[in-house]
């Protein structure tokens, strides 16, 4: 018999937790970043147990990190429910972590953000633990490579399936396309490409819209994790808490149902987990 691989142990460190619907449904972004990568794996024809995902409660976490391993265990619920725990994986337990969205900002100074932070250069220090950053998680990944990170200085937000153009490295990456069909969900950006890191992609808003440094670090501003009805969700939110006007979201919802390549993003994803 061939001998049978060890499954590729992915921490997600997860900087906050899905609304309504989508957290009846998903339980928390463990469980939204599960569904897509079980979804890549289907498509890569990658088994999914392959893929060994923990997730791992980081905002509420920070006082449970002495027990970070074998903390308390949290029953999230939904169909797409993963363990989670509350503060840190140990590095020797894990062979990569995917820091996910959040609503917060990645340039706080937080005592928990501090930490992702902290945590994050830690990782990078060393050289076998891999790093996947998703929209907040590529901010912090790029505020721990040293890269300015703010608001927009026109205050102006990318929401809904949005194009991003992409470099050569991109296109490699990325299923060749010229031009990348994305959720986005921010107005907080990464300034500049911190040095060592090669240029994926950017859009009118936003410049720096992926990161990547070979068997280290991809990352994207984008979601490729989120669906039609989890965006439809957080626009109805936010257009209810008066964070969208009319106008933004609007625009927003008659994008909200076209088509994406969060897929092929995570295909991406799995590759550059799996690679040597």
Avoid at 34 to 52: C, G, I, K, Y
Avoid at 218 to 238: D, M, N, S
Avoid at 254 to 275: I, S, T, Y
Wanted: charged share 25%; net charge negative.
């Amino acid at each position: 018999m061939p001998p049978t691989r060890t499954p590729l142990r992915l921490a997600i460190l997860e900087a906050d937790t899905p609304i309504g619907r989508a957290r009846a449904k998903y339980g928390s972004y463990g469980g939204v970043f599960t569904s897509l990568l079980h979804r890549a794996a289907d498509a890569s024809h990658v088994p999914r147990e392959r893929l060994e995902i923990t997730g791992w409660d980081v905002v509420d976490g920070a006082a449970a990190e002495e027990e970070a391993g074998e903390g308390e265990v949290e029953d999230m619920g939904g169909e797409w429910a993963v363990v989670r725990r509350k503060g840190y994986p140990r590095m020797r337990d894990v062979d990569a972590v995917l820091i996910t969205g959040s609503r917060f900002n990645a340039f706080d100074n937080d005592a928990w953000v501090v930490r992702l932070v902290e945590f994050v250069k830690e990782v990078l220090a060393q050289g076998r633990v891999k790093v996947v950053g998703v929209c907040y998680g590529h901010q912090i990944v790029g505020r721990a490579l040293g890269a300015k990170v703010a608001k927009s200085e026109g205050g102006a937000w990318e929401v809904s399936v949005c194009q991003v153009l992409q470099t050569q490295k991109g296109k490699e990456l990325f299923g060749g396309k010229d031009a990348l069909s994305i959720f986005q969900m921010h107005k907080d950006l990464v300034y500049h490409y911190p040095t060592g890191v090669e240029e994926l992609g950017s859009s009118g808003p936003c410049k720096v819209q992926g990161m990547y440094v070979p068997k280290k670090v991809i990352t994207v501003q984008g979601h490729p994790e989120f669906t039609e009805e989890i965006v439809a969700e957080l626009l109805e939110k936010r257009r209810e808490q008066m964070i969208f006007s009319e106008e933004i979201y609007g625009e927003a919802m008659a994008r909200v149902g076209k088509p994406h390549d969060g897929v092929m993003v995570a295909q991406a994803f799995l590759k550059f987990l799996m690679e040597e």
